[in-house]
């Protein structure tokens, strides 16, 4: 049994998911979703899936992009990610001006953000030089 779960985690850290950038964008996912739990139903197919849409856009790109073939592809998968990042920060910002979010959880989310989004920018740079 132990043999069988080491073989799973040298899994994981195969392809894309061996990436910083990803493995924080899929923890900022799993953070919108839990978060998200807890807005309006009203919301529910406003603003919480916008949210949680733009949320795994982000990870999604990421790991796409790995999987394509030339550089060129995998850098314009990488920017649409950046993108979607400006999606989530703009979505936050407004369920904070709503209310539907304290300032403490605006503030961890951005924080996480951000770290994506500096990491994002690493990754595009160093793929363009």
């Known amino acids: 049994m132990v043999k069988r779960e080491k073989y799973r985690e040298k899994e994981m850290e195969k392809g894309f998911k061996k990436l910083i ?7 900022l996912a ?12 009203s919301e529910q197919y406003g603003l919480v899936s916008q949210l949680r849409r733009a949320a795994i856009s982000v990870v ?3 790991a796409e992009g790995y999987e394509r073939q030339y550089r060129k592809e995998y850098i314009q998968f990488l920017m649409i990610a ?3 990042l400006g999606e ?9 001006d ?3 979010i304290n300032i403490e959880i605006y503030k ?8 994506v ?13």
């Open 30 to 41: 799993l953070e919108v979703y839990k978060i998200t739990r807890d807005y309006p139903r």
């Open 98 to 100: 709503l209310g539907y």
């Open 108 to 115: 961890m989310i951005n924080d996480r953000r951000q770290e």
């Open 117 to 129: 989004g500096r990491l994002l920018k690493g990754l595009i740079k160093s793929l363009k030089s």
């Open 88 to 96: 989530v920060e703009t979505y936050f910002l407004f369920s904070k």
């Open 21 to 27: 950038v990803w493995k924080k964008a899929y923890e």
């Open 60 to 62: 999604a790109n990421i």
């Open 82 to 84: 950046k993108g979607s």
